[in-house]
């Protein structure tokens, strides 16, 4: 074989592998990946917070509609710690506390 044919082979591999790149970036950057969407379009479960507590446990606090739920992650289990926490109330914005201070 000659060094023209390895050369040919080593930048297809390229090509296939930018190829391949692109396609994953482009999936992540669209949301190409299935989603479990909820009536209006919204996700349903997002990750709120994560506390790691040592190389192989962690401390996730997930929110499913309007409840939280505490769980510990590990190598190889997962242990609800609370659930049906309800989330904080969000403080009133800037405007909520002018138009209150205006009376």
Same mark, same amino acid.
């Given at each position: 074989? +000659? *060094?023209?044919?390895? *050369?040919q082979s080593?930048?297809? %591999?390229?090509?296939? %592998?930018a190829l391949l790149a692109v396609c994953g970036w482009l999936a992540r950057?669209?949301?190409v990946a299935g989603r479990a969407l909820g009536a209006r379009?919204?996700?349903?479960? +997002? !990750? !709120?917070?994560?506390?790691p507590i040592d190389g192989k446990r962690r401390l996730v606090l997930l929110r499913r509609d309007a409840t939280?739920? %505490? !769980?510990l992650l590990g190598s190889? +289990?997962?242990?609800? *710690?609370?659930r049906g926490i309800a989330p904080p109330q969000a403080a009133p914005g800037f405007a909520a506390m002018v138009e209150g201070t205006k009376r």
């Amino acid at each position: 074989m +000659s *060094i023209g044919l390895y *050369i040919q082979s080593v930048l297809a %591999l390229v090509a296939v %592998l930018a190829l391949l790149a692109v396609c994953g970036w482009l999936a992540r950057r669209y949301g190409v990946a299935g989603r479990a969407l909820g009536a209006r379009g919204q996700r349903r479960l +997002s !990750v !709120v917070e994560v506390a790691p507590i040592d190389g192989k446990r962690r401390l996730v606090l997930l929110r499913r509609d309007a409840t939280e739920h %505490l !769980v510990l992650l590990g190598s190889d +289990s997962a242990t609800v *710690i609370e659930r049906g926490i309800a989330p904080p109330q969000a403080a009133p914005g800037f405007a909520a506390m002018v138009e209150g201070t205006k009376r």
